[in-house]
């Protein structure tokens, strides 16, 4: 009976512990996440009370709605063309400051500086007006000799590319993460591909890559679902324009819930959003097994993983 009691003591005090915890993730994550697929199947204009119309608003999505397209289109560009170059320099700024240097620590954070910025209004005010007709890109391009007198941000085949700017600029946060996965790695293998006579490239491709392909691919999911989800800069730099050249995903959904107060089809918005974002998630995740490595697959288990694959085959 003591036992039974001191354990029913112990399981209070732990709901205890984790109930601030369990009362917000209640009120701020499970019910409005239920409150959302319920509303995706209505109209819901957040003044009256909503009204069941079944399938309708995600019929209306892809039957109906030209804008739903063309934001996916632009999203589906923003990410594929903004997350593989912001990895890649922050991988490569990553490199560069993985040296045993008293001014490194001082670069790290000039470098992870408009990652903590990058998101605010202030700076998204600053790079529209940077790449205005008078903004600083012309007049450094024309101080280099390069005549240039054209709004960077209204022009319809580059706004979309000054917001990409923006989000490759901010790759503070996957360089941290990528640094701390090159400290990770060994020395001594290095120095033992270096009596083998290999230089800085095979190295990089035999050694540094495989090594950090598990950072690769964290960096990768994280980076991709904030892509998708990318919504500030959009909003203030070009409001969507010209042309819905820049009308990402969620600006469009936005517009849908608070502007044309359509609640019920934003909802339904989001929950495609969401699968999308799941299915390119899965999708990175099913191709884990045949790029990403580990420590102990690369020396010693990773023939013996292709053989099983062979044989399988």
Same mark, same amino acid.
């Given at each position: 009976?003591?036992?039974?009691? /001191?354990m029913?003591?112990?399981? =209070?005090?732990?709901?205890?512990?984790?109930?601030p915890?369990? +009362?917000?993730?209640?009120?701020?994550?499970?019910?409005?996440?239920?409150?959302? #697929?319920?509303?995706?199947?209505?109209e819901?204009?957040?003044?009256?009370v909503p009204?069941?119309?079944?399938?309708?608003? @995600?019929?209306?999505?892809?039957? /109906?709605?030209?804008?739903?397209?063309?934001?996916?289109?632009?999203?589906?560009k923003?990410?594929? +063309?903004?997350?593989?170059?912001?990895? =890649? #320099?922050? =991988?490569?700024?990553?490199?560069?400051?993985?040296?045993?240097s008293?001014?490194?620590?001082?670069?790290?954070?000039?470098? @992870?500086?408009?990652?903590?910025?990058?998101?605010?209004?202030?700076?998204?005010?600053?790079?529209?007006?940077?790449?205005?007709?008078?903004?600083?890109?012309?007049?450094f391009?024309?101080?280099?000799?390069?005549?240039?007198?054209?709004?960077w941000i209204?022009?319809?085949d580059?706004?979309?590319?000054s917001?990409?700017?923006?989000? +490759?600029?901010?790759?503070?946060?996957?360089?941290?993460?990528f640094?701390?996965? =090159?400290?990770? +790695?060994?020395?001594? @293998?290095?120095?033992?591909?270096?009596?083998?006579?290999a230089?800085?490239?095979?190295?990089?491709?035999?050694?540094?890559?495989?090594l950090?392909?598990?950072?690769?691919?964290?960096?990768?999911?994280?980076?991709?679902?904030?892509?998708?989800?990318v919504?500030? /800069?959009?909003?203030?730099?070009?409001?969507?324009?010209?042309?819905?050249?820049?009308?990402? @995903?969620?600006l469009?959904?936005?517009?849908?819930?608070?502007?044309?107060?359509?609640?019920?089809?934003?909802?339904?918005?989001?929950?495609?959003?969401?699968?999308?974002?799941?299915?390119?998630t899965?999708?990175? #995740?099913?191709s884990?097994?045949?790029?990403?490595?580990?420590?102990?697959?690369?020396?010693?288990?990773?023939?013996?993983?292709?053989?099983?694959?062979?044989?399988?085959?």
């Amino acid at each position: 009976m003591a036992n039974k009691s /001191q354990m029913r003591k112990n399981t =209070l005090l732990g709901y205890l512990f984790i109930g601030p915890w369990l +009362i917000c993730f209640l009120a701020f994550t499970a019910l409005p996440f239920a409150a959302s #697929f319920f509303l995706s199947f209505t109209e819901y204009n957040m003044l009256s009370v909503p009204k069941f119309i079944g399938f309708s608003n @995600y019929i209306r999505l892809f039957t /109906q709605d030209n804008l739903f397209m063309t934001s996916l289109g632009v999203t589906f560009k923003f990410v594929f +063309i903004s997350i593989p170059l912001r990895l =890649l #320099f922050a =991988l490569m700024v990553a490199m560069i400051l993985n040296r045993d240097s008293k001014a490194v620590p001082i670069y790290r954070v000039i470098y @992870y500086l408009p990652s903590i910025l990058g998101g605010s209004v202030a700076v998204s005010v600053m790079w529209k007006y940077c790449f205005s007709k008078t903004g600083v890109f012309n007049s450094f391009l024309n101080m280099l000799g390069i005549p240039c007198n054209i709004s960077w941000i209204s022009n319809k085949d580059t706004a979309l590319w000054s917001i990409i700017l923006l989000f +490759i600029w901010q790759f503070g946060s996957p360089m941290l993460i990528f640094l701390s996965g =090159l400290k990770q +790695i060994p020395r001594s @293998y290095y120095e033992a591909a270096v009596v083998d006579g290999a230089g800085p490239v095979k190295k990089f491709f035999r050694i540094t890559l495989p090594l950090l392909s598990p950072i690769i691919f964290f960096n990768l999911v994280m980076q991709m679902i904030g892509g998708f989800m990318v919504f500030s /800069q959009a909003m203030i730099i070009t409001d969507g324009g010209p042309m819905n050249k820049t009308l990402v @995903y969620a600006l469009y959904l936005y517009r849908q819930s608070f502007a044309y107060y359509k609640m019920g089809y934003g909802c339904a918005m989001a929950w495609i959003l969401l699968v999308i974002i799941g299915f390119f998630t899965a999708l990175v #995740f099913k191709s884990s097994s045949a790029w990403v490595f580990y420590e102990n697959e690369m020396f010693d288990g990773k023939s013996n993983k292709r053989k099983g694959r062979a044989r399988r085959k």
